[in-house]
């Protein structure tokens, strides 16, 4: 029997995940109208109607979630990773190259949320559904479509390149 993360346990309501949509496409984006973007690329992924306000989206969240209690919470997750994976990553023959976000300098940005926004696209999703929501390797492989080795190599790399994108961020600013 596979451990589920808490987080998946305990997200049941709309507003809830909502929330869980909302701060993890802002993690990953650092900017409310790619956040918007990614919810939108989600919830139209899964057949509901985006960009309808907020009613009908917690409707629509509320319709995918008849029936089993974490399914709905876990495709309306995986729909956001996919989502955030087709819009950082452009397709070339079989090779995938990565296009990294834009950055919008904000002065009141804490350091970490810019060294993130540094990451290639796939270490920073990965980082951000493990250190920040929590998530086993083996949950972020299913959201992700990654092998679970993939997944804890990508996680490995991401989090020494953030050590020292925040090192290095931390040496300038005090010496």
Same mark, same amino acid.
């Given at each position: 029997?596979?451990?589920?993360?808490?987080?998946?346990?305990?997200?049941?309501?709309?507003?809830?995940?909502?929330?869980?949509?909302?701060?993890?496409?802002?993690?990953?984006?650092?900017?409310?109208?790619?956040?918007?973007?990614?919810?939108?690329?989600?919830?139209?992924?899964?057949?509901?109607?985006?960009?309808?306000?907020?009613?009908? &989206?917690?409707?629509?969240?509320?319709?995918? /979630?008849? $029936?089993?209690?974490?399914?709905? *919470?876990?495709?309306? =997750?995986?729909?956001?990773?996919?989502?955030?994976?087709?819009?950082?990553?452009?397709?070339?023959?079989?090779?995938?190259?990565?296009?990294?976000?834009?950055?919008?300098?904000?002065?009141?940005?804490?350091?970490?949320?810019?060294?993130?926004?540094?990451?290639?696209?796939?270490?920073?999703?990965?980082?951000?559904?493990?250190?920040?929501?929590? &998530?086993?390797?083996?949950?972020?492989?299913? /959201?992700? $479509?990654?092998?679970?080795?993939? *997944?804890?190599?990508? =996680?490995?790399?991401?989090?020494?390149?953030?050590?020292?994108?925040?090192?290095?961020?931390?040496?300038?600013?005090?010496?």
């Amino acid at each position: 029997m596979s451990r589920t993360s808490e987080i998946l346990n305990t997200v049941r309501s709309p507003d809830q995940i909502f929330k869980l949509l909302y701060i993890t496409g802002y993690r990953l984006t650092a900017n409310h109208q790619l956040t918007a973007e990614l919810i939108d690329a989600s919830i139209s992924a899964l057949n509901l109607q985006g960009r309808q306000g907020h009613n009908k &989206l917690l409707k629509g969240l509320i319709r995918t /979630l008849s $029936g089993s209690n974490n399914i709905g *919470v876990k495709a309306i =997750l995986k729909a956001l990773c996919t989502a955030f994976i087709n819009k950082t990553t452009v397709q070339c023959g079989r090779d995938h190259v990565t296009t990294p976000l834009p950055i919008y300098e904000d002065f009141c940005k804490p350091q970490i949320q810019e060294a993130l926004l540094h990451l290639p696209p796939m270490e920073r999703l990965l980082v951000v559904l493990k250190d920040i929501l929590g &998530l086993t390797y083996a949950e972020m492989a299913d /959201l992700t $479509g990654l092998e679970k080795s993939d *997944v804890s190599c990508l =996680l490995s790399v991401g989090r020494l390149s953030l050590r020292e994108l925040l090192d290095d961020r931390w040496l300038k600013a005090y010496t």
